[in-house]
T-cell receptor, first 112, second 113 residues
Framework: DAKTTQPNSMESNEEEPVHLPCNHSTISGTDYIHWYRQLPSQGPEYVIH???SNVNNRMASLAIAEDRKSSTLILHRATLRDAAVYYC?????????????FGGGTRLMVKP | DAMVIQNPRYQVTQFGKPVTLSCSQTLNHNVMYWYQQKSSQAPKLLFH???????NEADTPDNFQSRRPNTSFCFLDIRSPGLGDAAMYLC????????????FGDGTRLSIL
């Protein structure tokens, strides 16, 4: 899987939007961009994924740059329960084994 | 709810004493994975099964083995645990396909005495 770069940590206030950036300058044309998060003492949880177009689901939105070299996970209204480590992962078309290669992730802290 | 279940949540074993961790799923996914997550680190894939086909990561120690007797169950066997094997072990499942999300259990935290 291609490499991603994320800030080590970010802080947000409760009920405010949060924008979590991810750089993936070596992304290939067939790489999907996946986001997972890991709450304390739990396994990782799928958040969202996309290929080229922006994506929305009940948990978050994913904004993908036009050149696909970066993306941003958007939490529209942060809650205390959103405090977690957020991982941005690229998965390529030929990755038939479906492996996830986790990078360092961003630790999001949410202040009341 | 359909889910991935790992038992036990906490496991203690002695240095060198074999230990088995278990994972079951009700999602009927054909791929099952085992990850190792050490303290303050990201999860690292050990191996995965696509149906009954076993796929080992190149850097997974020989000490780690796995069994998948049927679609629903998968086991992680550590033959001779060392102190460095103390970690959280995560099981995950998915359908095959690079856009398919993985569903994780809450892990088994293994301690070595």
């Amino acid at each position: 899987d291609a490499k991603t770069t994320q800030p080590n940590s970010m802080e947000s206030n409760e009920e405010e939007p949060v924008h979590l950036p991810c750089n993936h300058s070596t992304i290939s044309g067939t790489d999907y961009i996946h986001w997972y998060r890991q709450l304390p003492s739990q396994g990782p949880e799928y958040v969202i994924h996309g290929l080229t177009s922006n994506v929305n689901n009940r948990m978050a939105s994913l904004a993908i740059a036009e050149d696909r070299k970066s993306s941003t996970l958007i939490l529209h209204r942060a809650t205390l329960r959103d405090a977690a480590v957020y991982y941005c992962i690229l998965r390529d078309f030929d990755n038939a084994g479906n492996m996830l290669t986790f990078g360092g992730g961003t630790r999001l802290m949410v202040k009341p | 709810d359909a889910m991935v279940i790992q038992n036990p949540r906490y496991q203690v074993t002695q240095f060198g004493k074999p230990v088995t961790l278990s994972c079951s799923q009700t999602l009927n996914h054909n791929v099952m994975y085992w990850y190792q997550q050490k303290s303050s680190q990201a999860p690292k894939l050990l191996f995965h099964y696509y149906d009954k086909d076993f796929n080992n990561e190149a850097d997974t120690p020989d000490n780690f083995q796995s069994r998948r007797p049927n679609t629903s169950f998968c086991f992680l066997d550590i033959r001779s645990p060392g102190l460095g094997d103390a970690a959280m072990y995560l099981c995950a499942t998915s359908h095959r396909g690079q856009h398919q999300p993985q569903h994780f259990g809450d892990g088994t935290r293994l301690s070595i005495l």
